[in-house]
């Protein structure tokens, strides 16, 4: 019988599960936007890095859909709101939690 075990939740590897997913994210960003634009500012890598996971998502929509290299690197943060997986806006500011 095969042991199930969520990769996100042990402490072990949490570390190593963000860091990779962060690295993936941050590659396939550089691959969508070299696609459209071609060629990239040499200092793009270093501040994708800087990024949170949320951020680095929203850069990801932002580069498959914005016109202009600068559009899609730009960030809007507005405190308080995640966007969830399926694509909406989650409130995480709500009154109880």
Known sequence: MPISIDLEKNPLLRGVVEH?????TVDNIVTVLRARFGRLPNELND???TLSQGELDRV????ATSATLEE?????????IETSSGGRAADNNRKGK
């Open 60 to 63: 990801m929509v932002q580069s």
């Open 72 to 80: 899609a690197l730009m960030v809007a943060l507005i405190p308080g």
């Open 47 to 49: 501040r994708l890095q």
């Open 20 to 24: 990779v997913r962060r690295d993936c």
